[in-house]
């Protein structure tokens, strides 16, 4: 299995652009990364998803580096309602399925 | 459209009480999944349907069973609840089993006594 490390919390601002890194050295060639967003009393919410270098859409990037061992999701010009916790997948492509989320890091944005 | 839902939102079980865990997802996605999230932990894959038809264990599938009912809904069943499966529970579908994102439910909050 694959084994993902966040760090638990950050604080920033409104405006600032955040950047989460999760770790997760043994990933596997076909592994794929999937950022997700949680509220209190939700279900998590798909973000962003990639395999290597970069990806940007309408809310956020993601990067990932050659060597594939971590990812950071970019959240660029936070706002208050970006205060939640988020997320790292690591998911197979192959193989029996066995996904790992990470323990999650809970953002606090502050005006 | 409603998504992914789910029902109960809230149960307590006492020990060895028995329950089933309703999902339903209106997007005619093809593959759907049953997490448990504990308080500090990811989410934990209990058991998934990759296709209508077919159900396959996750990392942590002892003590639950799931049925396909058909395309839109899975359901997960606790035969003999015991504490260890107090936890937030949720259902997720995705249009196939790989490289997409899933879209979750709102969660059941279990609580064994």
């Known amino acids: 299995l694959a084994k993902t490390t966040q760090p638990i919390s950050m604080d920033s601002y409104e405006g600032q652009e955040v950047n989460i890194t999760c770790s997760h050295n043994n990933i596997a060639t076909n592994d794929y990364i999937t950022w997700y967003q949680q509220f209190p009393s939700q279900g998590p919410r798909f973000i962003i998803q990639g395999y290597k270098t970069k990806v940007t859409n309408e809310v956020a990037s993601l990067f990932i580096p050659a060597d594939r061992k971590s990812s950071t999701l970019s959240l660029p010009r936070v706002s208050l309602s970006d205060t939640a916790v988020y997320y790292c997948l690591v998911e197979p492509t192959g193989g029996s399925y066995i996904p790992t989320f990470g323990r999650g890091t809970s953002l606090i944005v502050h005006p | 459209n409603a998504g992914v839902t789910q029902t109960p939102k809230f149960q307590v079980l006492k020990t060895g009480q028995s329950m089933t865990l309703q999902c339903a997802q209106d997007?005619?996605?093809?593959?759907m999944y049953w997490y448990r999230q504990d308080p500090g932990m990811g989410l934990r894959l209990i058991y998934y349907s990759a296709s209508e038809g077919t159900t396959d264990k996750g990392e942590v599938p002892n003590g639950y069973n799931v049925s396909r009912l058909n395309k839109r809904e899975f359901s997960l069943r606790l035969e003999s609840a015991a504490p260890s499966q107090t936890s937030v529970y949720f259902c997720?579908?995705?249009?196939?089993?790989?490289?997409?994102?899933?879209?979750f439910g709102s969660g059941t909050r279990l609580t064994v006594v």
């Open positions: 997720a579908s995705r249009l196939q089993s790989r490289n997409y994102g899933y879209t």
């Open positions: 997007m005619n996605h093809n593959s």
